[in-house]
Structures are given as structure tokens and as C-alpha cells.
């Protein structure tokens, strides 16, 4: 039986795996651009809005024609004409003329300012009287107030929110590039285990990972190819691994990873030409007997068979992994999305390794209690059950009741 003979520390494995580039770069629309990670920076050519536009419904002005009015004292201007939507207006205002306009609408020549229509009372056809002073520029969008010519108004290794596409759009850019989607390589090993469209004999059990490792990589950007089932056979295995290796940036191996004459993991990973063991083992719980090995650019991931583990290994360490190749500027860190609560009751944790404990969070007169879920890394169930873990240091051996965690939200 082969004992765990390279165990690291999370932090030497983000050490060890921070050469990881992005594999590449192709231009798609910005249609299909959500999500995606820019391959380089996004520069204005033209100020926006590009023209004076009025924020409000009401009269485009000159502020001065307004100093000293009052709802006891208004003053009446002429009505010369309306702005239309879209439009140029073809006219200009003198002293004492203004002209109708809609949010959005284009100040005419002469105008600097816009009186809200709640301030005005029409007292003939083509005569309106305003009640409040405005100062000039007022309820007025300028033409670089949007964005300025020469503007960086997207960083290159940002991930495109519904917004980003939306300054896109409104600068005419149509086609961008991105970092290419990097693509994961899951397989599923055991003996025990069957197609999910089986009946399980004794002893057997459905194939459980595929489908929660395929979705956290969904969940990440990350297209997951599906390789199926293998059994303990290790030609059948290595063949399966090479095929993945040859489609796909990251390979996600289940099962297979823990200490026992019949896991040939660490064996099929170390036949690999040029491939280098990374570590055999993590000191994280739950999840320790991981097998992490590296070729070039490419990672090759031994993943425990117990459902728990394996989606524990993905968040910490795989989940960082993919933000790399996507091409983040800023991978995500495990303390990402977490919130504060107490904890209501004590958490048992050995030292010289870091734990990961389930919990279930309730919201008690406006703070959060964390209640952690018993139950072995097999239990697929408790994942479905918590919002998220807590993290224990490796040098912490506990935490107690009433004490203050930080709660990492699924």
C-alpha cells in the first residue's frame, strides 16, 4: 500500500501552479461576449453622449433667463418650438425664448439649461411661465459627462457584466476579444460505480461526480466535456486520461485518488511524458488524498471519490484555477462572497490541516447564526443541506460557540 508521499499546504499549491497562463484568445460578438474575460483593454474614440442632452421633461432655458423667479414672481417666455427625440433641433433661442424637450432630447443653440415641467404653468398657446431659477448646466448631460475620447472604459482581464456590454454597445463595438474558454476533461472512476441511468446492485452506486464537477465548471465559465465512466483498469484509465488531455485545458479525475493497491491514479498520471507530480496529497479536510500533476500548461486533477471532497477541492483550489486560464486579472481567492455569522456551537478541528465544516445559515433579529452539519464527505446530501463552509486554520484546533466566522457562500 502506498502511503501519501508529497502532501502540500494550499498555499505551496497556488505557489506551485502560478505559471498557469491563459491558453488563448478569439473575437466573438458581444452577443455572446457575458461572462467572458476581455483579452485587452476597451479605449473610447468618441465622447458620450456626444452632443448636450436634458436628463428631465420640462424647457430648455438660458439659466440667466431665470434668475429671479419665483412662484410669487415667474417668468413668462415664448415658446418657439419642440424638441423631438432623436432630432437636431433647427432653431436657436434668443433672450426670454425657450423650447419643449424631452429626457433625452438635444439642448438647442442657446440653451444651457433645463427647467423641470413640474416648475412651469402654460398661460397661452405659445407662452409657458416658470416659477424656479435654475443654474446653468442644470438637469443637462454634457457631451464627454458619459465617457471621453481616448477614455479606458474597460480593463483588459475583466470578466463582461450586462453593464460592460452595454458601453460596448453604446461606443458601436460589436466584435471583442476575449480569452478563449478554457475547457475541463471529467472522468469518473470505480469499479462501484454505474451510469446514472442505472439501478445500482449492492455495492454499487450512480456516478454522482460528473454531473456536480460538470457544474461547478459551467458555474466558472469552463465548457466540461464529459468522458464517462472507467473501471480499475489501468489501460483503459491511461487511455481515457490522454484523451482528455488531448481536448481539454484541466483534467477532473474522481476516485481512484486515495491509498490502495487497486487506485492507479498517481501510477497513469506518472507514465505521462513530461507530466510532473505536483503534490500526492493536501492538507485540507475533507479532500486530503488529492493528486494534483502538471504538464506545461495543463493540470491533471486526482480528485477523491466522495462527493463532498471533491466539490471542497473544486472551491478552493480549482475554482482559482479556471479564473487563470479564463484570464482574470484578479482570480477569485477562496474568501470571496463571505458573510459574518456566530457560530451556535462548538467545532472540534485537528491541527496541521485546514477544515472545511458544512454549516447552515438562519438570520436570528437581523445577524446570522451558522449551525454546522454532521456527516461524512460521502454525504452528498449535506451539500445540499448547507449554504456554504467555514474554514479552520491548520494551526486552530477549534472554534467555539458564540464565536464570530466567516461563512464561504456555495
Known sequence: MRSFFKVKRAEDIFESLGDIKPSGTESVP??????????????????????????????????????????????PFNIIGEVRMGEIPNFGLKRGECALISTGGMLPKGADAVVMIEYS???????????????????????????KRGQIVLQKGIPLRPQDLGVLA???????????????????????????????KPGQIRDINSYTLGGLCIKAGVEPIYLGITGDRFDDLKLLIEKGMSQADVLLLSGGSSVGTRDFTLDAFSSLEAVEIVAHGVSISPGKPTIIAKKENKTLWGLPGHPVSAMIIFDVFIRWLFDRLCGCSSPAEYTDHTIEAELDRNIESASGREDYIRVKLRNLEGSWLATPIPGKSGLISTMVEADGVVRIDMNTEGLYAGEKVKVRLF
Open 170 to 200: 453604446a461606443l458601436g463595438i460589436y466584435q471583442i476579444d476575449v480569452f478563449t474558454k478554457p475547457r475541463a476533461a471529467i472522468i469518473s472512476t470505480g469499479e462501484e460505480v454505474v451510469d446514472i441511468s442505472q439501478r445500482p
Open 30 to 75: 458581444i452577443v455572446d461576449a457575458l461572462g467572458r474575460v476581455l483579452a485587452r483593454e476597451i479605449k473610447s474614440n468618441e465622447d458620450l453622449p456626444g452632443f448636450q442632452r436634458s436628463t428631465v421633461d420640462g424647457y430648455a432655458v438660458s439659466a440667466k433667463d431665470t434668475f429671479g423667479s419665483s412662484e410669487n414672481l415667474p417668468t
Open 121 to 147: 404653468q402654460m398661460v397661452g398657446d405659445r407662452v409657458v411661465e416658470i416659477s424656479r431659477p435654475v443654474s446653468t448646466l442644470e438637469n443637462v448631460i454634457l457631451p464627454d459627462d458619459d465617457v
